[in-house]
Structure formats: C-alpha cells, structure tokens
Nanobody
Framework: QVQLVESGGGSVQAGGSLRLSCEVS????????MSWYRQAPGKEREFVSS???????RVADSVKGRFDISRGTSKNMVYLQMNSLKPEDTAMYYC???????????????WGQGTRVTVST
C-alpha cells in the first residue's frame, strides 16, 4: 500500500515563494517517476513538473524559470520549489507517482490528496 502525502502549501503574496514536499511511504518495487500537477477551480488538471527515476527533470512552460523540482536524500522525497509566485499559480497541487507498464512491471499511478496554494495580489 503506497501512499503519497503532500505538504508545504499555504497562502502567500505575489512574488513570494513556497516549497512543496511529497513523501512516498510504503514498500514498492516500482520506479519513482514522480510528477507535480495542479488544478485551479473550474480548470482541468495540468502538468507542472516531473522527475524520473533516473533524476531527469522538466517543468511546464507556464512555470519555467520559476519552479524547480528536486529530490531529497532519497527517492521517496520530492520537492517543488516555487519562486516568484503569481496569482495564476493558485491551485490545488498534487503529487503523483507515474504508472509503469512494461519491463515486467504493472505499477499503477498513485495520487496524493493535494496541498492548496493560494497566491494573492
């Protein structure tokens, strides 16, 4: 039973920073291909950033240059450093372990319950 728990959300003013954390608990043989998504009210959930099991990372164009994804001392901890926050960054942020199909593995995607980020002017 794998669980993802996000933390670090909150309310900040525009231009401020937040650091979100995602901790994966429970034993798993599945790779730690991790992603951050966000969903604003009335909007579709969108991709924000990802880091593969081999630590290759990327960020969406909408947050490029402002957000950085990284790992802690082990693969079960993933961070999203958010700088120069804008009101349009306001959303529920979700951590996700991506599914892995193939190579003898059948690893389902797992979502955290989310952490709320509110950026005010």
């Amino acid at each position: 039973q794998v669980q993802l728990v996000e933390s670090g959300g909150g309310s900040v003013q525009a231009g401020g920073s937040l650091r979100l954390s995602c901790e994966v608990s429970g034993y798993t043989i599945c790779p730690y291909d991790m992603s951050w998504y966000r969903q604003a009210p009335g909007k579709e959930r969108e991709f924000v950033s990802s880091i593969t099991n081999n630590d290759a990372s990327r960020v969406a164009d909408s947050v490029k240059g402002r957000f950085d994804i990284s790992r802690g001392t082990s693969k079960n901890m993933v961070y999203l450093q958010m700088n120069s926050l804008k009101p349009e960054d306001t959303a529920m942020y979700y951590c996700k372990r991506e599914r892995t199909i193939g190579s003898g593995l059948r690893c389902p995607e797992v979502w955290g319950q989310g952490t709320r980020v509110t950026v005010s002017t």
